[in-house]
């Protein structure tokens, strides 16, 4: 890493910014080895002031290289680790090593919202994908072994402007538009003039699977759209699986 040489390529090959989670899964999966698993990490957001050495990049980043930076730096970042002679190191091309990104990691909506017509967008007129997630908070590993991502302050990255647009209240609501990154200069996804639903498909529950890194992570509708802080899980008594999300 050269904080004076930063490009989308490389980031997109590193790790991302702002850890808001760490979960453990151990290898081989179904085991308690305490030695040897994957880390599923989450990227909230990014700082600009801390991230770029040059001065027009301080504030609030209005070239297009270092906006597509910090899109690369948000989402997450999945690792294969293990202690070998009482020490950690992270596992040298290892198969499940994967960054998912705000940029360009393509995601599947289900549950209930999935192909709703406030969901349609111009890029997506199925209502049914969507590229990258935003502003993961907390999150929490299942049961089963996936990794779930909580989207927070979505509202914070898009800008614009509705006017007489039926979802100006629902905007209203949820702080949109944030104004807090100008994305949406070169992005036209999060310029709510240009797009105006491209918001409604942030603000869910991420489930990733860190075993099939080729997979498209899935945003679950079913568990609810707002500003999400944490995803943790537990087997209930009943047998009942509960999803705790602040």
């Known amino acids: 890493f050269d904080p004076y040489r930063q490009s989308v390529a490389a980031q997109l090959q590193q790790f991302g910014y702002n850890n808001d989670f760490i979960g453990y899964i151990p290898l081989p999966?179904?085991?308690?080895?305490?030695?040897?698993g994957l880390l599923c990490i989450n990227h909230e957001y990014t700082d600009a002031e801390m991230m770029f050495p040059a001065s027009d990049d301080i504030?609030?980043?209005?070239?297009?290289?270092?906006?597509?930076?910090?899109?690369?730096?948000?989402?997450?970042?999945i690792l294969e680790i293990k202690k070998t002679s009482g020490k950690w190191h992270q596992v040298e091309?290892?198969?499940?090593?994967?960054?998912?990104?705000?940029?360009?990691?393509?995601?599947r909506i289900s549950g209930p919202a999935s192909g709703h017509k406030r969901m349609k967008t111009n890029a997506d007129p199925s209502g049914r994908r969507v590229t990258g997630t935003l502003n993961n908070c907390a999150g929490g590993i299942t049961p089963w072994g996936t990794y779930l991502m909580a989207e927070e302050n979505f509202?914070?990255?898009?800008?614009?402007?509705?006017?007489?647009?039926?979802?100006?209240?629902?905007?209203?609501?949820y702080g949109i538009p944030g104004h807090g990154f100008a994305w949406g200069r070169y992005h036209d996804r999060f310029d709510i003039?240009?797009?105006?639903?491209?918001?409604?498909?942030?603000?869910?529950?991420?489930?990733?699977?860190?075993?099939?890194?080729?997979s498209k992570p899935?945003?679950?509708?079913?568990?609810g759209r707002l500003k999400h802080e944490g995803a943790a899980t537990v087997i209930n008594g009943d047998g009942?699986?509960?999803?705790?999300s602040g």
């Open 29 to 36: 999966y179904g085991s308690k080895n305490a030695e040897h």
């Open 59 to 77: 504030g609030r980043p209005s070239r297009r290289a270092a906006v597509d930076i910090e899109m690369a730096c948000n989402g997450g970042s």
């Open 93 to 107: 091309g290892s198969r499940y090593a994967r960054r998912i990104s705000a940029l360009n990691t393509e995601m």
């Open 155 to 173: 509202n914070k990255y898009f800008i614009g402007s509705l006017r007489g647009h039926p979802e100006k209240t629902n905007f209203t609501r």
């Open 193 to 214: 003039s240009r797009e105006p639903l491209e918001a409604n498909r942030f603000g869910w529950i991420v489930e990733v699977d860190p075993f099939r890194p080729d």
């Open 218 to 223: 899935v945003k679950r509708t079913a568990l």
């Open 240 to 244: 009942r699986l509960v999803v705790y």
